[in-house]
């Protein structure tokens, strides 16, 4: 069982930066892809960025590419998601998650439902 814990969020106003983490426990994420998905208000839940497992290939959606930036730690059990450039419309929960059927893959996972493991969420709003 893996167990994620979201943290980075808070208040920042439009065009200001947080950088969101993901801490991984009881087991190592080393084989498995992970993303980042968002869920607003009324929205539903989308993805937002992925990893493979060895870092090697990623892919962000294109309401955020050029701005988001996904990376890994695998010795720090970590993921990493840093956020530039930021709108209002980014203003969501963001959850980080885990694909354990998508584990040594060497494609990026984009669908929620191929994921396993789930954090709770960690709120960003941005402010006008």
């Known amino acids: 069982q893996v167990q994620l814990v979201e943290s980075g969020g808070g208040l920042v106003q439009a065009g200001g930066s947080l950088r969101l983490f993901c801490a991984a426990s009881g087991r190592t994420l080393s084989n498995y892809n992970m993303g980042w998905f968002r869920q607003a208000p009324g929205k539903e839940r989308e993805f937002v960025a992925g990893?493979?497992?060895?870092?090697?290939?990623?892919t962000c959606a294109d309401s955020v590419k050029g701005r988001f930036t996904i990376s890994r730690d695998n010795a720090k059990n970590t993921v990493y998601l840093q956020m530039n450039s930021l709108k209002p419309e980014d203003t969501a929960v963001y959850y980080c998650a885990a694909s354990a059927a998508s584990a040594l893959s060497p494609r990026v996972v984009v669908a929620a439902g191929a994921y396993d493991y789930w954090g709770q969420g960690t709120q960003v709003t941005v402010s006008s």
């Open positions: 990893i493979t497992w060895s870092g090697g290939s990623t």
